[in-house]
């Protein structure tokens, strides 16, 4: 398993694999791979994990405007059939790098709070976000907002 | 009092109005002033209140994206030569009107923590909004993000 920067020739990959999670809709795919696309000519940074010879993840992240030292984690996604080995830590653990080496100190996320979610909020649990903030009906009536902070570089 | 959509000859009037308000930051001007340039191409909507010949506040918003309904209000500023005479009231009731109009119902707008926004956000408090998340040292170090959101259109 490498963690490497993702290149064009990775698109197919990392559109696989956001379609493939069966946790994102049509619209969040498109939203999700023109944002991977704006990354490669260097609107976003992007990080993936090599497997097997093809890119099984990817994240896209920046910085938030108007902060000195927080980013948005905008995407993370494993394909499915690398699950539970390791690659989302893997990838959460280079984008802190990333982030950390770039002078930040916070992540920030929104995620939604409908139950496809479920699996990606455990995720950011175990990793050490915590919730920060709920907006409700936010993505459409029923379907609120749930927004994650983690603090970076605060260990002893 | 009238409100209407600004236009490029409003820019020097919006660019006093922002640095006039000392609300804002160098930095903070200069995204708000690039936004109203990027509003005035199609990619926000803007709205202004003119009164005594030149336009005296306005509001810079958009769609918030991957949502159904939901808006984010970016930037709300009236000069101050203009305080006290209901010039942001007339603003957010008509921000309100183009959202519930474009077929949103909801209102999301992020805020700094910090004094200089007291004005603001009691502002906001009393349009309606309500608090519901914080971002912990999100701008710099004891710079608090507050997130505010409204519903529109619950009246009786």
Avoid: N
């Avoid at 809709?25 to 498109?30: H, K, M, P, R, T």
């Amino acid at each position: 398993m490498t963690v490497r920067p993702p290149t064009a020739a990775d698109r197919g990959a990392v559109l696989d694999a956001l379609t493939s999670c069966r946790a994102f809709s049509e619209l969040e795919v498109e939203v999700a791979i023109g944002m991977f696309d704006e990354g490669l000519a260097g609107d976003y940074a992007l990080l993936g994990v090599e497997a097997e010879g093809s890119l099984c993840g990817y994240a896209c992240i920046g910085r938030a405007s108007l902060t000195e030292r927080s980013w948005y984690l905008y995407w993370i996604c494993v394909h499915p059939a690398f699950h539970g080995r390791g690659v989302g830590q893997a990838l959460q653990a280079a984008v802190e790098q990333l982030v950390l080496g770039s002078g930040g100190d916070k992540l920030v996320l929104e995620t939604s709070a409908r139950r496809q979610y479920g699996r990606s909020r455990r995720f950011y649990e175990s990793a050490g976000f915590s919730v920060q903030g709920r907006l409700v009906d936010f993505y459409k009536r029923g379907e609120d907002c749930i927004i994650y902070c983690k603090a970076l570089g605060a260990l002893p």
